[in-house]
């Protein structure tokens, strides 16, 4: 339905186009025909007036009668003249313009130079020459006439052959305009025929890429693009849904063997404590697990406003390292903060710069063994503050630390899972800092410990 009304839309624009082209052409040509027939009818009139003044001037005429007597033998001959004395009255006038009842008056403010001028009444239109002269003692106004209707034919034959011409012209256009319309938009409608054809199941379909270097090729280019992108989250969200109903389906099987085991017989007291410890570290973990994928899918969808105001990081990065020294003295773990500015400057949410902050230290401490020590660091850099958080733990492998920041990756499964993680800490992590505008770095050497940065923007 679209692609009628687009080449309609075309065909009409062109129509519109070829009309305005024909009538600016055609108004063109009848004004400079018109303009070239008076200049032709103007230089008739120019020797007629040249030749009055010439006769006058012979016949040195001795009053206003005997000028009107003389003149009025070559108005026998056809000649139409009118002659004004200086004070703008009539002396003489031809038979063919008394005829007519013509008695046009001068141009105003006439000199001697020849003006020409249209007058006359609408159905006798004249052209006119008009000279002031002086003969002998006489100032006169001389003016002779041609009527236009003499070349009148050859303008209403050109008219003539516009009026059909045009519209000839304009339904040829308009054809050729629904013509163009169509071819142009073939290809489009087979894009468009292409496209409707992928879907959930075939998403992996591209559209044919013609080989026409032009904005049907870069339209195809850009589809298929766009696909690729559709097609890749797409995956992205299926294996992440695989992945968190596998996660979830742990735990419950836990809770649930856990349950049974209980209540398979009768037990004892301390038997049924412990299933009861199994059934609650299990559901914590669940929550914990569900906490995070909420966050996650509240992140995503953009929901999870957050609230950048500036402000000091240096009293979080404090707060995060005396929680930490907290948790780890049970472990073995020293904690040590390194913090060299006075201030560090950022733009940032509060809560979600905290929680970023509790990720990478949660990991540093759990993945650092008893000796080890962790250190939280920050400081002022050209580009803006950068926050550490080293540790000398197990590190993570070359071959593994691109993969750190995806959803449920984890180098070990059992150790990560035994030690509380869900495998989406440091995806969390990176998209809060994604939504500072900021990024997570990671460096690690295995066996040696491993330094995760933060690389926060200028306050400004
Ligand atoms: P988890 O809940 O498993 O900790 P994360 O997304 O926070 O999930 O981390 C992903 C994986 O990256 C971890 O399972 C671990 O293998 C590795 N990792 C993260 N932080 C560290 C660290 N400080 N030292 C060593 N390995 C780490």
Not at 182 to 199: C, K, M, Q, T
């Amino acid at each position: 339905m679209h692609t009628r009304s687009l080449r309609f839309r075309l065909a009409f624009w062109y129509f519109c186009t070829v009309a305005a082209i024909c009538a600016c052409a055609a108004a063109g040509y009848w004004v400079s025909i018109r303009s070239g027939l008076n200049h032709a009818l103007d230089q008739g009139l120019r020797y007629r007036l040249i030749g009055l003044r010439e006769f006058l001037d012979e016949i040195e005429p001795g009053g206003h009668d005997e000028i009107a007597a003389r003149l009025d033998e070559i108005s026998l001959l056809g000649e139409l003249y009118l002659v004004y004395d200086a004070g703008g009255s009539l002396i003489a006038q031809s038979r063919g313009l008394a005829r007519h009842d013509v008695a046009e008056p001068p141009p105003a403010d006439l000199g001697f130079d020849i003006r020409y001028a249209s007058g006359g009444p609408p159905d006798f239109r004249l052209r006119l020459a008009w000279q002031q002269v002086t003969i002998g003692s006489h100032t006169l106004i001389l003016g002779v006439a041609d009527p236009q209707r003499k070349f009148e034919g050859v303008l209403g034959a050109f008219t003539t052959v516009l009026a059909l011409s045009i519209p000839a012209v304009l339904v040829v256009a308009t054809g050729c305009g629904v013509w163009l319309g169509r071819r142009a938009l073939a290809p489009v409608a087979r894009i468009a025929d292409e496209a409707r054809a992928i879907g959930e199941r075939n998403l992996s379909a591209r559209l044919a890429v013609p080989e026409s270097r032009d904005e049907l090729q870069q339209l195809s280019e850009t589809l298929n693009d766009m696909l690729e992108r559709i097609e890749q989250s797409f995956t992205r969200t299926r294996q992440f849904t695989a992945d968190a109903s596998h996660e979830l389906r742990a735990p419950m099987t836990l809770i649930h063997t856990a349950a049974q085991h209980a209540l398979r017989r009768e037990r004892s007291r301390d038997d049924l404590i412990d299933g009861m410890e199994k059934i609650l570290r299990e559901s914590t973990r669940t929550t914990l697990l569900i906490d995070d994928l909420l966050q996650l899918a509240r992140g995503d969808a953009g929901k999870d406003a957050v609230a950048l105001v500036p402000m000091d990081a240096a009293p979080l990065l404090r707060d995060a390292a005396e929680q930490a020294a907290a948790m780890a003295a049970s472990k073995g773990i020293l904690v040590g903060l390194d913090v060299e500015a006075e201030a560090l400057p950022v733009t940032a949410d509060d809560a979600q710069l905290r929680r970023l902050l509790l990720i990478l230290t949660d990991n540093a401490l759990k993945y650092t063994p008893a000796g080890g020590r962790v250190t939280i660091g920050g400081r002022r850099v050209a580009d803006g503050v950068t926050i550490t958080v080293a540790d000398t733990g197990a590190g993570i492998a070359p071959d593994d630390l691109p993969h750190v920041f995806e959803r449920f990756w984890r180098a070990d499964k059992v150790r990560s899972r035994d030690a509380g993680g869900t495998g989406l800490g440091l995806t969390i992590a990176a998209q809060i800092a994604e939504r500072h505008g900021a990024r997570v770095e990671v460096e690690s050497e295995p066996g040696r410990g491993s330094v995760f940065t933060v690389r926060m923007p200028r306050a400004d």
